[in-house]
């Protein structure tokens, strides 16, 4: 059996969610703007693109005394939906999961945590527009 057999079946297989190129590569730029902003707002960036098998959390950062867990989303048009719809509960719960995960392998369960938005606008011409939104999301109890 060849390599390209096996590749071939499983990308038939829709385990894994299809992201186009574009996309991937607009969200990583937006990550990347995030993080630097929120470098120059006193944020330290701990993790970028953490993955467990719980979920992934795109930012996680130390701010005074907070871990702050954030969720980037990158558009190229401000007149699509607002940023804080566009995380769904079900999103927001995989955060969840993937935070608590975090803090436990950090041996950091009693450090207060927030979840916080970012979002990037990229215009066709210009420089993208940053927005931060601090404390979105309220978890069951961290």
Known sequence: ????????????????????????????????V????????GHRIIARNYRCMAGE????????????????KTRTNIETEDPQEAV??????????AARYFLMQQS???RPCRFDLVSVVWPSRGSPVVEHFEDVFQPRRL
């Open 1 to 32: 059996m060849s390599f390209a057999f096996i590749r071939k079946r499983l990308s038939n297989l829709n385990w894994l969610p299809r992201r186009s190129s574009w996309n991937f590569l607009l969200g990583d730029r937006g990550e990347r």
């Open 34 to 41: 995030a993080a630097r902003y929120l470098g120059r707002q």
């Open 57 to 72: 959390i795109d930012l996680i950062c130390s701010h005074r005394d907070f871990i702050v867990f954030v969720e980037v």
């Open 88 to 97: 769904r509960a079900g999103q927001w719960a995989r955060i969840e999961r």
């Open 108 to 110: 950091a369960e009693d």
